[in-house]
């Protein structure tokens, strides 16, 4: 691992614990009262989410029209975090709904298209699984589509939710949560990178020992 | 030659599917059945579900459409020709544009049959009202699905768990395609027949159809070779 | 056409994952001669003949195909090369002569039934021309799939245990095929473990073991001998 690989994990570590006292800082959202206080783990998790998501298309575009491996590991790694953060902010959202709306579930247009493009990560995953030799290749097709698909699944979800309008939507972000959000953001930031890198790191290791096993067959 | 290859392909896939029609019967077959199940648990008491029509037409041809992707692509592992095919001096997008066209072709067959017989079972016979609406969003829809469809059928021919893992890729990525099939078919189903709605649907899916076909031909040959 | 008149395979490997199929193998094929590969199962033949295809790409190493590019005008290559493989590439449904007027249409080859029908006027199978390929027995459909594997009259010819399922006329008039070939000026390279036949039909033999080449022999005589010698090495 690289030298500010250590320092970093105790960083994040640190962070991630001081994110309570953070979160207890910041004042109460008017409307929902301590149960907005979720709201400071659900959007990180959700730009994360997010940012995986691009990740893993552009590495994969990359990958299909280089064949470089380096490519190829980076749009697993990130496929990896995508389905991750990805199940933490389906997971805090219902959490929150609930508590605040009495529903577990809004077909929201977010949301709702959040669902999707995570059970396409999670279609990724078990193609590279369960797809034997070469499944690289088909799962770079895979992530391409998935990524041009988000703004169908978006219009689509959108008009099709005005058929059925939700209870509410999630609502707009007072000011004064700056602070403590950014604190958070940055925490999980970190924990991507770190996350990320050991990944990465593991599929590196992997193809330096078939390297071996190859080179001893000289 | 690009237009040419692709004919021969989607002519040689009509003539062996005339020949055996394994692909035509268990397809159709399978679909009527997905139908009769659908109408057994929803229908109760002699009355249909009110606008449930659509929805199930739309996953009849799903689940039919994914048999039938497997079924011919299987076909083409037997003796390698996919391989036949790749190794000729024709453009490799030529072979998944002629195959495209055949499933095409196949599915729409399929609803052929299925349309009449969702609008006889569940008293949706107003979607027969507005053929050209129908027609159209028949033909956007079943060109949507088989676009993704066919690029990963055919990606997964050397798969061993290519059965599974076919409806597991292909659903997630056809969700909007179905979304606005199944309501722009719904639309028809209204008392009032809003055409704007109608219109809406039936773009996002023309959308769709040119975006991934247009992303399918672009990938076919990265993700086809070795 | 001098563009094309050799395949240089230099130092070519290929691997999956930690399996190594083909490993730092090197030899040149002339047109108008017959090299062939020769080796057990598991040696790395079939490998090879598809990176001689150019449906697999080597992970190490070179193949290159007279003056022509594969990766500038990978189409045109293919259009030169005829494959013929184990798994026949025939469609069981079409008749004979439809499948190989397919493959002649695909291979730009104009007015492909008559093409179709004088390819199989060759084989000695016109007569059973309007037959599906279903109803054929192996060694006639072997004789199909050779005439589909050379109706583009290509520059290079690969065969995969072409003797397979063969009976004593059919694979004699396969030798007299290749030499027809030969003589034509095609580059032939023919994967086997066929030696009685092979023997008297090769200008340059390769023996590969495991992926490697264990040896290369030009104009090989007593081929079975020197294959129980190379091999026991």
Not at chain 2, 74 to 83: C, D, I, V
Not at chain 2, 178 to 192: C, D, F, K, S, Y
Not at chain 3, 79 to 101: C, K, Q, V
Request: aromatic content about 10%; glycine content about 8%; overall charge positive.
């Amino acid at each position: 691992m690289p030298k500010w690989f250590q320092p970093a994990a105790i960083v994040c570590a640190a962070m991630f614990a001081a994110t309570p006292f953070v979160i207890a800082s910041a004042p109460f959202e008017s409307t929902m009262g301590l149960v907005f206080k979720i709201f400071f783990y659900h959007m990180p998790s959700a730009w994360m989410f997010l940012l995986g998501g691009i990740v893993c298309g552009v590495a994969s575009v990359r990958y299909l029209f280089s064949s470089d491996a380096r490519h190829d590991r980076t749009a697993w790694a990130a496929a990896e975090l995508t389905v991750l953060f990805g199940l933490l902010t389906l997971v805090t959202g219902p959490l929150w709904a609930r508590k605040a709306w009495g529903t577990w579930w809004v077909w929201d247009v977010r949301v709702t298209a959040s669902l999707v493009s995570w059970m396409i990560a999670v279609a990724y995953l078990l193609l590279r699984r369960y797809g034997g030799p070469g499944s690289e290749k088909l799962a770079a097709g895979l992530a391409l589509f998935g990524m041009a698909n988000v703004p169908f699944i978006y219009i689509s979800v959108n008009y099709w939710r005005t058929i059925h309008p939700a209870t509410s939507v999630v609502p707009t972000l007072p000011v004064s949560m700056g602070g403590p959000l950014w604190f958070c953001v940055a925490s999980f930031l970190l924990l991507f990178v770190l996350l990320f890198k050991m990944r990465v790191r593991l599929e590196e290791q992997r193809a330096r020992l078939d390297a071996v096993y190859l080179s001893l067959d000289e | 030659m690009f237009i040419r290859a692709v004919w021969l392909i989607l002519r040689k896939d009509l003539t062996v599917e005339v020949r055996s029609g394994e692909i035509a019967y268990t397809t159709l077959f399978f679909a009527v059945s997905c139908i009769l199940i659908f109408a057994f648990a929803l229908v109760r008491d002699g009355r249909a579900p009110e606008d449930g029509a659509a929805g199930l037409l739309w996953i009849a041809i799903a689940f039919a459409g994914t048999l039938a992707l497997g079924r011919a692509f299987e076909r083409e592992r037997q003796a390698e020709t996919l391989r036949a095919l790749l190794m000729a001096p024709a453009a490799r997008p030529a072979v998944y544009l002629g195959k495209l066209l055949g499933i095409v072709a196949l599915l729409v067959g399929v609803e052929a049959v299925l349309v009449p017989l969702v609008a006889l079972l569940f008293e949706a016979r107003a979607m027969l009202a507005h053929p050209v609406w129908l027609a159209g969003i028949l033909a956007a829809g079943t060109i949507g699905f088989a676009s993704v469809g066919t690029l990963f059928a055919a990606m997964l021919i050397r798969a061993r768990t290519r059965d599974v893992l076919l409806p597991v890729l292909l659903y997630p990525v056809i969700v909007p395609v179905m979304i606005a099939a199944v309501r722009g078919t719904a639309v028809l189903l209204q008392p009032e027949f809003d055409a704007q709605v109608a219109a809406f649907w039936l773009a996002l899916l023309a959308t769709f159809d040119v975006v991934f076909v247009t992303l399918a031909l672009w990938t076919f040959e990265p993700v086809m070779t070795d | 056409m001098t563009d094309f008149d050799h395949v240089a395979v230099d130092d070519v490997s290929r691997h999956f994952g930690r399996r190594r199929a083909v490993s730092r193998v090197s030899f040149t094929a002339r047109a108008g001669a017959i090299l062939g590969l020769l080796g057990p199962n598991r040696a790395g033949k079939s490998t090879l003949l598809g990176m001689l295809a150019t449906l697999l790409r080597p992970t190490s190493g070179s193949i290159r195909f007279g003056s022509l590019d594969p990766r500038a005008d990978g189409a045109g290559l293919r259009g030169r090369i005829g494959i013929l493989g184990h798994d026949l590439f025939l469609y069981p449904e079409l008749t004979a002569l439809e499948n190989l007027a397919f493959f002649a249409g695909l291979y730009r080859r104009a007015d492909a039934a008559a093409v179709a029908l004088r390819a199989l006027e060759q084989a000695g199978l016109a007569d059973r021309a309007r037959d599906q390929v279903t109803s054929f027995s192996r060694g006639m459909r072997q004789r199909v799939a050779l005439e589909r594997a050379l109706i583009h009259e290509p520059r290079l010819a690969l065969l995969d245990e072409p003797f397979t399922g063969l009976d004593d006329a059919s694979a004699a008039a396969l030798v007299r095929r290749l030499g027809t070939l030969r003589e034509g000026g095609t580059i032939v390279i023919l994967a086997t473990h066929d030696l009685d036949l092979a023997e008297g039909l090769l200008d340059e033999a390769v023996f590969l073991r495991d992926g490697r080449v264990v040896t290369a022999v030009s104009r090989p005589e007593r081929l079975r001998a020197t294959y129980r010698d190379v091999m026991r090495a």
